[in-house]
C-alpha cells in the first residue's frame, strides 16, 4: 500500500505545510508540542480541511483541492484512535465494536465475536467503558477500529497520558495486535522512543514543516537537520566552522575537528549524542577531543550524567555514563578528555 500526504493550511500566524509520500506500511510523525502533528493527522482523517493539497491512500483520493474531491470522514475507510480512545462511555464493549459496523444484524454479531476474541476481549462484552482497564481500554478502541477493516489506522499520541511501565507493556501489545493488520498505521509522537520502536518511515515536523523524511534508522543515525537531531535524542551541539572538507571547529566547544570522511557544505551545526563520547586518560589536547572539566554532575539510577564545561555562556556539554561502564571511571579516576568518534558525529543544517 501507499500514501501520499500533500497539505497546506494558515490559522492565523501558523502555517501547515506537509508533504510526503511512502510505501511503508508503519509511518511515524514526529515532533514537539504546537508543531502539526495532530493537525496533519486529523486533515488525512477528514476532521480538518487543509486550505489546498491532496490525500490519497494508495490510489483512492480522498481530498484534493483543484478537483474539489472531499470525502467525508465516514467515507475515507481511515480509522482514528484518539489519545483518550473516545469510547462511548454507555455502551458496552459489544456496542462499543458494533457502532461503527454496517450490514445485517447476523454478520455485525459475528464480527463482533471475531473482534472479542482477537483483542482477548472475552468475559467483558457486557462491561463499559470506564470498567475497564487502560490496556482493556485500548484494546477495546483499536477493535472498533479494526472491526470495519480500515484502510489506514491513525494513532494520536496513543500513550502519552500512561506512566512508564504502562506505556510499555501497552505499546508491545499494541505492535502485536497490529503485527498481521494489512493496511498503514501512521503513529504521531512526541517520544522518540515510540517512533524508534513501531515505525520503518519516519517524518519530523518543525513548525508546521517536514524537516526531515526517511527511513526511521537512517534519520537517527544522520539526521541532517539540527531539529531532526534534537528530536531524536541529541543533545549537544555546537556552531560549526568549515574550514575544508575535511577540517573544521566546533565553535562553541573549542574543539577542532578533522575527519577522514567528508563535512557537507551544508552542515552549519554539528551534534554529538551524550552516550558517544569517550574517555580519554592521559593524552594532550588536539583534534577530535574535549577537556573534561566536569562542572556538574547526577547520580542517576542506571546512569551518571556529567556536565561539561563548554564556551558558551550557561550551556553544559552532556556526558551520560551507562551504569556498566561507571567501573572504568572508578577505576582509573576522571579522563583529561573526551574523544569525539568521527562516525558519531553528526554534520548538520
Not at 501489545?173 to 522518540?192: A, K, T
Not at 561539561?308 to 582509573?332: P, S
Amino acid at each position: 500500500m501507499s500514501v501520499r500526504v500533500e497539505i497546506s493550511r494558515q490559522l492565523g500566524d501558523f502555517r501547515l505545510d506537509i508533504r510526503f509520500s511512502s510505501e511503508s506500511r508503519r509511518i511515524g510523525i514526529l515532533g514537539a508540542s504546537g508543531c502539526g502533528k495532530s493537525m496533519t493527522l486529523k486533515s488525512i482523517a477528514g476532521i480538518e480541511l487543509p486550505d489546498d493539497g491532496h490525500i490519497e491512500i494508495d490510489g483512492r483520493v480522498l481530498f484534493d483541492r483543484k478537483s474539489k474531491v472531499n470525502l467525508r470522514p465516514q467515507k475515507r475507510n481511515v480509522g482514528y484512535l484518539f489519545q483518550n480512545y473516545a469510547l462511548f462511555p454507555t455502551m458496552t464493549v459489544g456496542q462499543n465494536i458494533a457502532a461503527g459496523l454496517k450490514g445485517k444484524r447476523a454478520e455485525k454479531e459475528k464480527r463482533v465475536r471475531e473482534m472479542i476474541r482477537k483483542f482477548s476481549l472475552q468475559g467483558l462484552e457486557k462491561h463499559l467503558p470506564g470498567q475497564l482497564s487502560g490496556g482493556q481500554q485500548q484494546r477495546l478502541a483499536l477493535a472498533r477500529i479494526m472491526a470495519y477493516e480500515p484502510d489506514m489506522i491513525l494513532l494520536d499520541e496513543p500513550f502519552s497520558a500512561l506512566d512508564m511501565y504502562l506505556k510499555d507493556r501497552l505499546q508491545r501489545e499494541m505492535s502485536e495486535m497490529l503485527q498481521d493488520y494489512p493496511g498503514i498505521v501512521i503513529l504521531v509522537s512526541h517520544n522518540r522512543d515510540e517512533v524508534y520502536r513501531f515505525c520503518e518511515d519516519l517524518a519530523v515536523i518543525d513548525r508546521g514543516r517536514i524537516a526531515v523524511f526517511g527511513k526511521t534508522k537512517e534519520i537517527f543515525a544522520n539526521p541532517v537537520s539540527r531539529e531532526a537531531a534534537r528530536l531524536t535524542g541529541c543533545k549537544n551541539f555546537s556552531r560549526l566552522q568549515r574550514i575544508d572538507s575535511h577540517r573544521g571547529a566546533a565553535l562553541d566547544w573549542g574543539v577542532d575537528l578533522h575527519v577522514e570522511g567528508e563535512i557537507p557544505e551544508y552542515a552549519k551545526w554539528i551534534g554529538y549524542r551524550a552516550h558517544d563520547f569517550v574517555p580519554l586518560w592521559g593524552k594532550k589536547a588536539g583534534e577530535n577531543r574535549l577537556r573534561a572539566e566536569i562542572v556538574e554532575q547526577a547520580e542517576l539510577p542506571f546512569e551518571r550524567n556529567y556536565y561539561i564545561r563548554g564556551r558558551k555562556d550557561n550551556e553544559a556539554i552532556c556526558w551520560f555514563v551507562q551504569r556498566e561502564n561507571m567501573a572504568l571511571l572508578e577505576t582509573r579516576g576522571m579522563p583529561d578528555y573526551l574523544g569525539l568518534e568521527e562516525e558519531k558525529m553528526l554534520f548538520l543544517k
